[in-house]
Every structure is written in C-alpha cells, then in structure tokens.
C-alpha cells in the first residue's frame, strides 16, 4: 500500500517552521538592531534574501526532480507561505513591542 503523508500536512508543516523561524529571527533581529542603532529597511531586506535562500532548495526540486514533485510542491508552498506570514506580522510585532 502506498503510505504517504497528504499534502496538506506537509504544506502546513512547513508553513509553521518557517512562520517560527523567521518571526523569532526577525523580532530578536529587531531588537539589535535598535539597540545597536542599525538601520530597520536594511534588516528586512536581508531577511527577504533569507527567505529566498531558504525556499531555493524546494524551488530547484521542483523544477529538475519531476519524481518529487509530489513532496517539493507542497513543501515550497508551505515554506513560501510560512515566510510570507512571518516577515509581513514580525514588523508589526516589533512595533509594538518597540523596537521600531
């Protein structure tokens, strides 16, 4: 029998890690970045070029592996997601919390 996960259980697992990863990273991120005095646009900029690296992976199995096209759809949606999410509601976090 073919036993797999569905796809929408690896579409939200992947959206959640990215969604921790990058709101933690990106309020901790903030706040040095307010203590040291260090520009906030260039902080989000570096963090948009994170998220991109960290989706390349799914991205390029997707595009040259067609045998896991299965898995590397679903995970890339949910990776995109996930950092779409986070880096669009940290922002708003570290405001209130101060930081920006």
Do not use: N
Request: with cysteine; net charge positive; proline share 4%.
């Amino acid at each position: 029998m073919d036993e797999y996960l569905p796809a929408y259980l690896i579409r939200e697992q992947a959206a959640v890690g990215a969604l921790v990863i990058f709101g933690v990273l990106r309020v901790i991120a903030a706040a040095v970045a307010f203590s040291k005095g260090w520009r906030i646009t260039i902080l989000e900029k570096c963090f948009i070029a994170v998220a991109v690296l960290y989706c390349i992976p799914q991205l390029f199995d997707l595009l040259t592996q067609l045998y896991r096209v299965r898995v590397a759809l679903p995970e890339f949606e949910g990776k995109a997601l996930g950092c779409t999410i986070a880096l669009f509601s940290a922002p708003i976090l570290s405001h209130r919390l101060g930081f920006e």
